[in-house]
């Protein structure tokens, strides 16, 4: 049994994508919390949002973090929101380690631009220097919450790929966060 290795971070830091890369990697079952909270109320995270409100939606997300925090071997993609409920940190870190994936606003903001998904808390700005002026905004206010209750720290302004082997180096390196078997899987 190990930890489960959970991925933190800004809208656009890549937390889904790379943790595909990284559960894929170590043979671990993934779970984005966003999609867990589509499947649970069949309906949009950002419409979810923008009809029953911030706090409705952030109780929803709550329950979905105390699931997956009764598991172990997990990798699991939180939504940017997740770690602003301390309940919700807390309960992450009794069976999971933290890491935040962190990315200057001009990377978020290409990559949000792209992906074309919903977003509520970035209000009209949809793309271009407001995008970038308004996640910086978001990121401001919320880098020390991450960064307190974060283990480890990436960088997550290059590929998928090469993010998600930091991620993995850094779990190795952690050494509490992978199983015996992991190790020697990574090491191949």
């Known amino acids: 049994m190990s930890r489960n290795l959970c991925l933190a971070g800004m809208m656009g ?44 939606f952030r109780e929803l997300e709550h329950r979905v973090v105390a699931e997956l925090a009764g598991h172990t071997d997990l990798v699991v993609a939180l939504g940017g929101g997740a770690l602003l409920r301390e309940d919700n940190a807390e309960a992450l870190s009794l069976t999971g380690a933290i890491v935040l994936l962190d990315a200057p606003a001009a990377v978020l903001a290409r990559r949000v631009a792209a992906d074309g998904t919903l977003r509520p808390l970035l209000g009209d700005a949809a793309s271009g220097p407001a995008l970038v002026e308004r996640l910086g905004a978001i990121a401001e206010q919320r880098d020390a919450r991450y960064r307190g209750i974060a283990e480890g720290v990436v960088d997550a302004s290059d590929t998928p790929e090469a993010v998600s082997t930091a991620v993995v180096a850094w779990a ?7 199983t015996p078997s992991e190790h020697e899987q ?3």
């Open 172 to 178: 190795v390196a952690a050494l509490d966060v992978l």
């Open 13 to 56: 830091s890549g937390k889904t994508t790379v943790g595909r890369l990284v559960a894929e990697r170590l043979g671990r079952r993934f779970v984005d919390t966003d999609a867990e909270l589509a499947r649970w109320t069949g309906r949009d995270p950002g419409a979810l949002l923008v009809e029953e409100g911030e706090e409705r």
């Open 186 to 188: 990574v090491a191949v």
